[in-house]
C-alpha cells in the first residue's frame, strides 16, 4: 500500500496544556467510579430502573477511564507510531461511546425522576426494572452499531510524523462513515437533550408549585437534585456539540477554511471536549444525589451512628408519605 502525505496544514500543535486537564479529570473521575462501583456491588440486588440507568452510567464511566491514559500519552506527543494508530481506531472511538451513552441514560434519569415526581402512584413501563435491562441493551447495540465501524473500516498507510491527524488514517470510506456518524450522533444529543430539559423543567415547575408546602425541605432538595442534573449536562455536553459539525465538516473536506480558522475550531473541539470527558467526575455526585440505595450505602460505610438512624428515619418516613398519597389518590371518584 502506497504512503500518502500529510496536510500542509498542522493543527495539531501545543497539545499540552489539555493534557493537565485530562490527567486530573482521570485521576478524580477514576477514584469516584471505583467507589462508585464499589458502593452499587454491596447495595441490595433488587434493583430498581433509575439504579439500572445508573449502573449503565458508571459502565461507560469505566470505557472512558480505559481510554484517556491512552489519548494523554498521545497529546503528549511521546506515544509510539501503533500507539497513535490504536488511538485513532478504537481509545478515541471510546471517547464518544461514553459520551453518548451517557447522554442517553441522563435522559433516562430525567424521565424517571420526572415520572415518580409527577405520577408517583403509577408505575409506567419505562419504570419496570425489567424493561429496563431491555432498553440498556438496545441503547448499547445502537451506540457500539454507530461508532464500531470506525474502528474496523481499513485505514491508510501514511507518513510517520509527529504531527498527524487522527482523520488523516482515514479512506474516503472511513472519511464518508466519520461524517455520517457524527451528524447521527448530533441527532441524538438533540433529541435526548430535549427529553432531559422537558422533562426537568416539568419536575421544577411542580416543585415551585409546592414551595409553600409543609414539607418544603424535601421539595428543596428534590429541586437541588434536578438543577444538579441539568447544570452537569448543560455543562458537559452543550458547548462541544455548538463545536462539533463545523468541525467536522472542516476535517472532511465538506467546506474549505483557511489554516489559522482550522486551527481555531480544533482547539476549540479540544477545549469544549474537557468539558464533555469532565462528566467522569460528576457522574458520582450524581450516584449520590439520586439513588436512595447508594446514599444508604455511603453512609453506612462511612457515616456516623446518628447519620445511619436520621437517614433510615428519613426513607421510613418518605416511604409512609407516598403511601398515603397513594391511598387518597385510590379513594378518588
Same mark, same amino acid.
Given at each position: 500500500?502506497?504512503?500518502?502525505?500529510?496536510? #500542509?496544514?498542522?493543527?495539531?500543535?501545543?497539545?499540552?496544556?489539555?493534557?493537565?486537564?485530562?490527567?486530573?479529570?482521570?485521576?478524580?473521575?477514576?477514584?469516584?467510579?471505583?467507589?462508585?462501583?464499589?458502593?452499587?456491588?454491596?447495595?441490595?440486588?433488587?434493583?430498581?430502573?433509575?439504579?439500572?440507568?445508573?449502573?449503565?452510567?458508571?459502565?461507560?464511566?469505566?470505557? *472512558?477511564?480505559?481510554?484517556?491514559?491512552?489519548?494523554?500519552?498521545?497529546?503528549?506527543? &511521546?506515544?509510539?507510531?501503533?500507539?497513535?494508530?490504536?488511538?485513532?481506531?478504537?481509545?478515541?472511538?471510546?471517547?464518544?461511546?461514553?459520551?453518548?451513552? !451517557?447522554?442517553?441514560?441522563?435522559?433516562? =434519569?430525567?424521565?424517571?425522576?420526572?415520572?415518580? *415526581?409527577?405520577?408517583?402512584?403509577?408505575?409506567?413501563?419505562?419504570?419496570?426494572?425489567? +424493561?429496563?435491562?431491555? &432498553?440498556?441493551?438496545?441503547?448499547?447495540?445502537?451506540?457500539?452499531?454507530?461508532?464500531?465501524?470506525?474502528?474496523?473500516?481499513?485505514?491508510?498507510?501514511?507518513?510517520?510524523?509527529?504531527?498527524?491527524?487522527?482523520?488523516? +488514517?482515514?479512506?474516503?470510506?472511513?472519511? #464518508?462513515?466519520?461524517?455520517?456518524?457524527? @451528524?447521527?450522533? !448530533?441527532?441524538?444529543? *438533540?433529541?435526548? !437533550?430535549? %427529553? =432531559?430539559?422537558?422533562?426537568? +423543567?416539568?419536575?421544577?415547575?411542580?416543585?415551585?408549585?409546592?414551595?409553600?408546602?409543609?414539607?418544603?425541605?424535601?421539595?428543596?432538595?428534590?429541586? =437541588?437534585?434536578?438543577?444538579?442534573?441539568?447544570?452537569?449536562?448543560?455543562?458537559?455536553?452543550?458547548?462541544?456539540? &455548538?463545536?462539533?459539525?463545523?468541525?467536522?465538516?472542516?476535517?472532511?473536506?465538506?467546506?474549505?477554511? #483557511?489554516?489559522?480558522?482550522?486551527?481555531?475550531? @480544533?482547539?476549540?473541539?479540544? !477545549?469544549?471536549?474537557?468539558?464533555?470527558?469532565?462528566?467522569?467526575?460528576? #457522574?458520582? %455526585?450524581?450516584?449520590?444525589?439520586?439513588?436512595?440505595?447508594?446514599?444508604?450505602?455511603?453512609?453506612?460505610?462511612?457515616?456516623?451512628?446518628?447519620?445511619?438512624?436520621?437517614?433510615?428515619?428519613?426513607?421510613?418516613?418518605?416511604?409512609?408519605?407516598?403511601?398515603?398519597?397513594?391511598?387518597?389518590?385510590?379513594?378518588?371518584?
Amino acid at each position: 500500500m502506497s504512503l500518502h502525505n500529510v496536510s #500542509d496544514c498542522n493543527v495539531y500543535t501545543d497539545m499540552e496544556p489539555f493534557t493537565y486537564f485530562y490527567y486530573l479529570i482521570f485521576l478524580i473521575g477514576f477514584i469516584g467510579s471505583c467507589f462508585a462501583l464499589w458502593t452499587f456491588i454491596h447495595t441490595e440486588q433488587n434493583r430498581k430502573c433509575m439504579s439500572i440507568y445508573l449502573i449503565n452510567l458508571l459502565t461507560a464511566d469505566f470505557l *472512558l477511564t480505559l481510554a484517556l491514559p491512552v489519548k494523554i500519552i498521545v497529546d503528549l506527543g &511521546i506515544a509510539p507510531w501503533r500507539l497513535k494508530i490504536f488511538h485513532c481506531q478504537v481509545t478515541a472511538c471510546l471517547i464518544y461511546i461514553n459520551m453518548y451513552v !451517557s447522554i442517553i441514560f441522563l435522559a433516562f =434519569v430525567s424521565m424517571d425522576r420526572c415520572l415518580q *415526581l409527577i405520577h408517583r402512584c403509577k408505575i409506567y413501563r419505562i419504570q419496570e426494572p425489567g +424493561f429496563a435491562k431491555m &432498553i440498556s441493551a438496545v441503547v448499547w447495540i445502537m451506540v457500539l452499531f454507530i461508532t464500531v465501524p470506525n474502528m474496523v473500516i481499513p485505514i491508510k498507510e501514511i507518513k510517520e510524523v509527529p504531527t498527524v491527524g487522527c482523520i488523516e +488514517f482515514k479512506t474516503k470510506m472511513g472519511r #464518508d462513515w466519520h461524517v455520517f456518524t457524527n @451528524f447521527l450522533c !448530533s441527532a441524538i444529543f *438533540l433529541n435526548f !437533550s430535549a %427529553i =432531559v430539559l422537558i422533562s426537568n +423543567f416539568l419536575v421544577i415547575r411542580l416543585l415551585y408549585r409546592n414551595k409553600y408546602n409543609e414539607s418544603y425541605g424535601n421539595v428543596r432538595k428534590a429541586l =437541588v437534585n434536578i438543577l444538579l442534573v441539568t447544570a452537569s449536562y448543560i455543562i458537559c455536553f452543550v458547548p462541544y456539540h &455548538i463545536v462539533r459539525i463545523p468541525y467536522t465538516l472542516t476535517q472532511s473536506k465538506a467546506i474549505t477554511t #483557511d489554516c489559522y480558522f482550522k486551527q481555531s475550531l @480544533f482547539k476549540a473541539k479540544e !477545549s469544549t471536549l474537557l468539558f464533555g470527558v469532565s462528566n467522569l467526575c460528576f #457522574d458520582p %455526585i450524581l450516584y449520590f444525589y439520586l439513588s436512595k440505595t447508594f446514599r444508604l450505602q455511603v453512609s453506612k460505610t462511612f457515616g456516623s451512628r446518628k447519620e445511619k438512624n436520621t437517614l433510615s428515619e428519613e426513607q421510613q418516613g418518605t416511604h409512609e408519605e407516598l403511601t398515603q398519597q397513594c391511598d387518597v389518590s385510590v379513594e378518588r371518584p
